[in-house]
């Protein structure tokens, strides 16, 4: 399946003393999503992420996904499988490593 990568950086510089930084050296994630972020009910997708430091070097962390939109989609906080409960609108999800969280990615929901 083809993806496409998301870089949602949390700091613009590697020197820079005012980047967040989790206790592991975090300072990003990287979000890859499917083509495609639109489901039918009942369908799902997964999310992948992984944690950067500020080199841009992958650094192993325990990524949670979350939504704060329930009601319209469920994720597996562990997994990062998404799966649509309605037939219409707009879910969000989001990758959190402690209190560096990604920017919430939007899937739409189809009839």
């Known amino acids: 399946?083809?993806?496409?990568?998301?870089?949602?950086l949390i700091g613009i510089a590697a020197g820079c003393s005012s980047l967040p930084v989790t206790g592991d050296?975090?300072?990003?994630?990287?979000?890859s999503?499917?083509?495609r972020l639109t489901l039918?009910?009942?369908d799902s997708l997964t999310m992948h992420a992984r944690a950067l430091n500020k080199d841009g070097d992958s650094v192993v962390a325990?990524?949670?996904w979350q939504t704060p939109d329930t009601a319209a989609i469920s994720v597996d906080s562990l997994?990062?499988?998404v799966v649509a409960r309605k037939a219409t609108g707009t879910g969000r999800v989001q990758a959190r490593?402690?209190?560096?969280?990604?920017?919430?990615?939007?899937?739409?929901?189809?009839?």
Do not use: Q
Request: proline residues 7%.
């Open 1 to 8: 399946m083809k993806t496409a990568a998301l870089l949602l």
């Open 25 to 31: 050296g975090i300072v990003a994630l990287e979000i």
């Open 33 to 35: 999503t499917p083509t």
């Open 40 to 42: 039918r009910k009942g």
């Open 62 to 64: 325990d990524i949670i």
């Open 79 to 81: 997994r990062g499988v």
């Open 97 to 111: 490593v402690g209190s560096l969280r990604s920017d919430l990615v939007p899937i739409t929901l189809l009839p």
